[in-house]
């Protein structure tokens, strides 16, 4: 109750709900910030891969968790996006869309009182490439469950300060995705020499 948003609880919680929250958070940070952390691949959770990464170099100290905690909820869909109103067109007729952007790719939403997510296309499996000529946006994507590619087209005035954050996500993202291969590479090096 004294760290987290009151729109958590519906009701007070009970004193061993409570009691059962202050143990994990206990035993989570002890595991987090104390033991090692082990490497267990692609199963990690996000925050653990953070801290994971960060303490290779450096122990954490409460400037350093600050930053990792604003990297983590970078990461989240609905953080630190930009929203644009467009159209999405085909050769029949267009539908007013919601267009999201952040650190993790394109998302598209219904217009009205409440927006519902239609897609999203990530950076790193299904959004391949972006063109903006005047008003008109056009993606290249790749469907994940059907492995399909396709061209989606969008008429929005903002189509040049799109295709300009979505170069700058992706070239960050790329950097991130050669730092995480690049570890990979040399943990499978140490294991190969030991």
């Known amino acids: ?16 709900t409570l009691t059962e929250w202050r143990t994990k958070i206990s035993t989570h940070f002890h595991e987090l910030l104390v033991e ?12 653990r891969r953070l801290l994971y990464e960060y303490r290779m170099e450096n122990d954490p100290n409460s400037y350093a968790i600050m930053g990792i905690f ?10 630190f996006a930009m929203q644009f ?11 007013p ?9 394109f998302h598209i939403y219904t217009t009205g009182e409440k927006p519902n997510l239609l897609c999203s ?25 059907t492995k399909r590619s396709a061209k989606l087209h969008f008429l929005t005035r903002e189509a040049a300060q799109i295709k300009t954050m979505l170069s ?12 995480i291969d690049k570890e990979k590479a040399n943990r499978l090096k140490l294991k190969m020499g030991a």
Not at 70 to 79: L, M, N, T
Not at 97 to 105: A, C, F, R, S
Not at 168 to 179: F, G, M, N
């Open 1 to 16: 109750m004294e760290y987290l948003p009151k729109a958590f609880f519906s009701d007070e919680p009970s004193k061993g």
């Open 36 to 47: 090692e952390i082990a490497d267990t691949g692609d199963s990690m959770g996000q925050m």
């Open 70 to 79: 604003v990297d983590r909820i970078r990461r989240a869909p609905k953080c």
């Open 85 to 95: 109103m467009a159209h999405i067109w085909n050769h029949e007729r267009t539908h």
């Open 97 to 105: 869309v919601i267009l999201q952007l952040n650190y993790l790719g």
């Open 121 to 145: 296309f990530y950076f790193v499996d299904s959004l391949v490439s972006w063109l903006a000529l005047y008003d008109m946006l056009t993606l290249h994507v790749v469907h994940t469950k």
């Open 168 to 179: 700058r996500y992706s070239e960050a993202v790329l950097a991130e995705l050669q730092k």
